[in-house]
């Protein structure tokens, strides 16, 4: 659940939607409004923190950061690639081959 919190803020942000320092909801009111608990809202706003998308301010609340748009895609593509690197070695060592591998990269690359 709090994947789908950080990417809704992080698409929020790049789009414009959501503008530089403008105020986010409090950890307990994000909790409340998705129905989820404060240590969730905690965890993604911290890592958002941690990619520079959003700041805290000690007693005035947490704010949007935005950021030089294709720096922050770079930092996430190369989040992704390294994810995707991951799970592509454990792949590979459970015994799918570098041709199913790549074929099943063609067949989504077909599919768009």
Do not use: C, W
């Given at each position: 659940?709090?994947?789908?919190?950080?990417?809704?803020?992080?698409?929020?942000?790049?789009?414009?939607?959501?503008?530089?320092?403008?105020?986010?909801?409090?950890?307990?009111?994000?909790?409340?409004?998705?129905?989820?608990?404060?240590?969730?809202?905690?965890?993604?706003?911290?890592?958002?923190?941690?990619?520079?998308?959003?700041?805290?301010?000690?007693?005035?609340?947490?704010?949007?950061?935005?950021?030089?748009?294709?720096?922050?895609?770079?930092?996430?593509?190369?989040?992704?690639?390294?994810?995707?690197?991951?799970?592509?070695?454990?792949?590979l060592s459970e015994g799918?081959?570098?041709?199913?591998?790549?074929?099943?990269?063609?067949?989504?690359?077909?599919?768009?």
């Open positions: 659940m709090y994947e789908q919190i950080k990417e809704q803020i992080r698409q929020a942000v790049m789009s414009g939607e959501l503008k530089n320092n403008e105020l986010l909801p409090s950890v307990r009111q994000l909790a409340a409004q998705q129905n989820v608990s404060a240590i969730t809202v905690k965890r993604a706003y911290s890592d958002l923190e941690h990619e520079g998308l959003i700041y805290t301010s000690a007693g005035k609340g947490t704010f949007v950061r935005a950021p030089d748009k294709s720096a922050v895609m770079e930092q996430y593509k190369q989040r992704l690639l390294g994810e995707f690197s991951q799970y592509a070695s454990k792949m799918i081959t570098y041709e199913e591998l790549i074929g099943a990269i063609n067949n989504i690359t077909e599919r768009k």
